[in-house]
Structure formats: structure tokens, C-alpha cells
């Protein structure tokens, strides 16, 4: 907060309060004296006020929470709405509409249809293509809203905050925010009943140059809560960001190790592959001398050779023998074939003579001249 001190205030006049006779009992704690029948507001208690309303609004704008200006006054409505343009909060600073807080939906539709007038009269406000009469009834629907709700026509939702510059006057506003649990900071004369404020400044009410007073402290509370919320979304990008690149390279180390232990591994593999490959090697001879010792016959002592030779002889004619005997054996079954074909051939003319007779021969017979083609 700007620094304030009593010096302003007293040229502000915050400290002139109503006269006596229309004082409120409850706003006793804050009034210093009497001078000339008129209340004097104690300034101390302003000052501490109005910082702790300061820090009030300074936090909520951090948290991404903006104040409604609220002041109808003739001669506080320009300060209401410069104040108000000036920290982008929204303001009504010509009539507060009946429930624009507790019948938003309403309110939001009567917004909507002041932006669509104001889509027909297009830049020029001319009005093109539009009947004069009617031209000129959609002008003034749109400057009476325009008027009443100019300055919340980007609110989008409830405020999460009122800032009320006469509590006395604004008691509708006062009561809507009360019934929807709204925080109000409000500036309370000695004629206003404090109790439904929650952050209360005592002090004039009437003074234009007192409400730009508090209006400038409020208004720069919501700038630098502001500029420190977008500064601290700022740092949490950056953090984010360098943590994204420390974890980069912790990634990157990472795959190295794994790229190194990967690479020692198959290099182990490798080794373990060549030993085995190695060893095949020196058993591949031994077991070839081995198998070559199995398959060829052992060194002959001289007594086997001369075993051998004289064995020879005798193996030949064995062999001999054996031959002898194979051709006699060819020759006998060579015999007994020559004898079977007659026998069939002399068994088919007697069963060619039995049919060329007529008559039978019998067995006894046909054996007997079996017999002696035999002999023959």
C-alpha cells in the first residue's frame, strides 16, 4: 500500500463525519469527538482499518478473486468507474438493479441482449438496414442498459467480493451480499450501521476526494495482487521447466548406465562365447584321435602273424569245401525241377485223354505211368 498518513486524510475530509442527531449508535467505537455538532471520525482506526482491507483484497487477488465497485453517488460516479477500469474490475456506478446478485441468470440475459443491440447499431451505432422508429426505440433500450449494466457486461459469474463505497446508501447491495455470504469491504459514515460489514473503513462517505482515497488503495491492492499472481505462475513455469531438463539429463545418465551395463554384458557373452568355442576346439582333436584309436586295430605281436599265417591253408579249404557243397546243392534242386515238369505235363494228357474218351483211369494207373516216365 501507497503510503497514507493523516496529513491526507485530514485534507481528504475523511475524518467529517454527519451531525449528531443522525448518528447510529454502533458506529460509537469509531467516532474521536464532537465538533460543531458534527461527529469526528478517529483516524487511527481508519488508517488500521483501511491497511487491513488492503491486505484483504491483496490476497483474494492472488487468488485469482476480483472486487465489485460499487457507488451510485452523483458526484462518486466517474472516480467509481476510473478506479474500477483502472485494476480491470467490474463496477455499477448508476443504479444497482435489484437481485443482480441473487438473480444473475436474469441480469446475465439482459446483458446479452444489450450486446445485441449493440451488434445491429454495429461501430458507427447507424444502424443500417434498421427502420428509423425502430432504430431509435433500440437505442434507447440499449443506453437505459448500457447505463445500469455497463460496467459488469464481461462478469461472467457472481464477484466473489463487493467493495461498497456508501453502505448506507447501497443497503440493497449490502443485503444481497449478505444473503449469498459474500465478503464486503465498505466505507461506513457515522449514519451507517456497521454490523453486515466484514472489513469496515470509518470514514466520510460524501467527499469525492475521501472515496478517491480509498478507492486508489483498493484498486492498487487488486493491481499487485494481480502482478504477484501472474508472477508466481511465471516462476512455476520456470521451475517447471528446469525440472523437466534436470530430469532430462538424470534420464539420459540413466540410459547410459543401462547403455554401459547392456554393453559390458553382451561384451561378457562374447567372452563366454569364445572360451566355450576355444574348448570345442581342444576336445575336437582329442576326441577324433580317440574314436580313429577305437576304429583302427591295436599294434599285432609276431606269434598272431604267425597264428594267422598258418591258419590261412586251412581257411581255404573250408572255403573250398563250402563252394562244393553249394554246387551240388544248385545242382539237386536244378534235377528236381526236371523231374516236377514231366509229372505235371503227364498229369495234364491223362486229364486230356479223360475228356477225349469220355472215360476215367484210374489212380492206381496214372501213378504207374507216372512212374515209368520217371524210369524212363
Not at 547392456?262 to 575336437?284: C, G, L, Q, V
Amino acid at each position: 500500500m501507497a503510503v497514507i498518513s493523516m496529513k491526507q486524510f485530514l485534507e481528504a475530509g475523511v475524518h467529517f463525519g454527519h451531525q449528531t442527531k443522525r448518528w447510529h449508535p454502533n458506529m460509537a467505537p469509531y467516532i474521536y469527538g464532537i465538533k460543531n455538532g458534527v461527529h469526528v471520525i478517529d483516524l487511527r482506526q481508519t488508517l488500521t482499518k483501511l491497511k487491513e482491507a488492503y491486505e484483504y483484497v491483496k490476497a483474494s487477488a492472488e487468488e485469482g478473486r476480483v472486487p465489485l465497485f460499487v457507488g451510485t453517488k452523483i458526484q462518486i460516479q466517474r472516480i467509481v468507474k476510473e478506479e474500477a477500469d483502472r485494476c480491470g474490475c467490474p463496477y455499477i456506478n448508476f443504479r444497482w438493479l435489484g437481485g443482480l446478485l441473487t438473480n444473475f441468470g436474469t441480469v446475465k440475459q439482459s446483458i446479452a441482449r444489450m450486446k445485441t443491440f449493440e451488434e445491429v447499431a454495429g461501430e458507427e451505432g447507424s444502424y443500417e438496414g434498421v427502420i428509423k422508429k425502430e432504430a431509435l426505440m433500440m437505442e434507447r433500450k440499449r443506453v437505459k442498459l448500457e447505463r445500469s449494466l455497463g460496467g459488469v457486461r464481461n462478469m461472467k459469474s457472481v464477484p466473489s467480493m463487493l467493495f461498497i463505497t456508501d453502505c448506507h446508501k447501497e443497503q440493497l447491495a449490502l443485503k444481497e451480499a449478505q444473503k449469498l455470504g459474500i465478503p464486503v469491504v465498505g466505507i461506513a459514515d457515522t449514519n451507517c450501521d456497521p454490523t453486515g460489514i466484514d472489513f469496515v473503513i470509518p470514514g466520510n462517505d460524501d467527499s469525492p476526494r475521501a472515496v478517491a482515497l480509498y478507492a486508489n488503495v483498493i484498486a492498487t491492492a487488486v493491481m499487485e495482487g494481480l502482478a504477484a499472481r501472474k508472477q508466481t505462475r511465471i516462476e512455476s513455469i520456470t521451475e517447471e521447466k528446469a525440472a523437466a531438463k534436470k530430469t532430462k539429463p538424470a534420464a539420459k545418465a540413466k540410459e547410459k548406465e543401462t547403455d554401459v551395463v547392456s554393453e559390458a554384458k553382451a561384451e561378457e557373452e562374447k567372452k563366454a562365447e569364445a572360451k566355450a568355442k576355444e574348448k570345442k576346439a581342444e576336445e575336437t582333436p582329442a576326441k577324433i584321435k580317440e574314436e580313429k584309436t577305437e576304429a583302427a586295430p591295436g599294434p599285432k605281436s609276431a606269434e598272431t602273424k604267425v597264428a594267422a599265417e598258418k591258419a590261412k591253408p586251412e581257411v581255404k579249404a573250408k572255403s573250398e569245401a563250402k563252394a562244393k557243397e553249394k554246387k551240388a546243392e544248385v545242382v539237386t534242386e536244378d534235377k528236381s525241377a526236371v523231374e516236377k515238369t514231366p509229372a505235371k505235363k503227364t498229369a495234364a494228357t491223362a486229364k486230356k485223354a479223360e475228356t477225349a474218351s469220355g472215360k476215367k483211369v484210374p489212380a492206381a494207373k496214372a501213378t504207374k505211368a507216372k512212374k515209368s516216365e520217371t524210369k524212363k
